[in-house]
C-alpha cells in the first residue's frame, strides 16, 4: 500500500506560482513513477507531468516550460512547482503513484488562478 498526501493548492493571481507537495509513505519502494493529474470542473482529468523512480520526467504540452516536477527522495516527496499561472490552470490537482500493477492516488488540492 501506498498513501500519498497533496498540499499546496491555493488561490493565486495570474501570472502568479505555487509549488505542490505529494508526500509518500507506506510501500515507497514499489512505486515506479508518480503523476501529477489535473480536472477542472466539466473537463476530462489531464495528465499534467510524471516523473520516474530513474529521475526522468515528462510534461503535457500546456505545462510545458511553465512546471518542473521534482523528487527529494531523502523526504519521499515529489513537488510541481507552477510558474506563470493562467486562469486555465485551474483545476484539482492531484497525485497519483504507479506501482507495480497498482494505482494509488492523493485526495487532491485546489489550485485557483484568479484575479
Known amino acids: 500500500q501506498v498513501r500519498l498526501v497533496e498540499s499546496g493548492g491555493g488561490l493565486v493571481q495570474p501570472g502568479g506560482s505555487l509549488r505542490l507537495s505529494c508526500a509518500a509513505s507506506g510501500s515507497i519502494f514499489s512505486i515506479d513513477a508518480i503523476n501529477w493529474y489535473r480536472q477542472a470542473p466539466g473537463k476530462q482529468r489531464e495528465l499534467v507531468a510524471s516523473i520516474t523512480r530513474g529521475g526522468s520526467t515528462n510534461y503535457a504540452d500546456s505545462a510545458k516550460g511553465r512546471f518542473t516536477i521534482s523528487a527529494d527522495t531523502a523526504k519521499n516527496t515529489v513537488y510541481l512547482q507552477m510558474n506563470s499561472l493562467k486562469p486555465e490552470d485551474t483545476a484539482v490537482y492531484s497525485c497519483?503513484?504507479?506501482?507495480?500493477?497498482?494505482?494509488?492516488w492523493g485526495q487532491g488540492t485546489q489550485v485557483t488562478v484568479s484575479s
Open positions: 497519483n503513484a504507479q506501482a507495480r500493477t497498482m494505482n494509488y
